[in-house]
C-alpha cells in the first residue's frame, strides 16, 4: 500500500488506540483511518474535533472543506 512506519510511529498509534478517550468514525478509530489513508493524524483530528467536518469530508484527501 505504500505506507512505512518506522517502529516508534507504530508503537505511537497503538498508544492511540489504546487511549480512552479514542475518537471513533465510522467504526474506527482516528489513528486507525490515519494509517489507513496513509493521512497525519493531526489533520483527521483537527477536521472532525476542532472544525466539525462530517465524517466523509474529515476522511477525504481534500484541503479545505
Keep these: 500500500d505504500g505506507n512505512t512506519f518506522s517502529g516508534h510511529d507504530l508503537v505511537e498509534m497503538e498508544q492511540h488506540n489504546n487511549m480512552q478517550k479514542n475518537v471513533f468514525i465510522k467504526g474506527k478509530t482516528i489513528s486507525q483511518w490515519s494509517r489507513i489513508l496513509g493521512m497525519n493524524y ?4 483537527t477536521r472532525y474535533k476542532f472544525l466539525g467536518w462530517s465524517p466523509e469530508e474529515t476522511l477525504s484527501n ?4
Design 42 to 45: 493531526g489533520t483527521l483530528h
Design 62 to 65: 481534500k484541503l479545505y472543506k
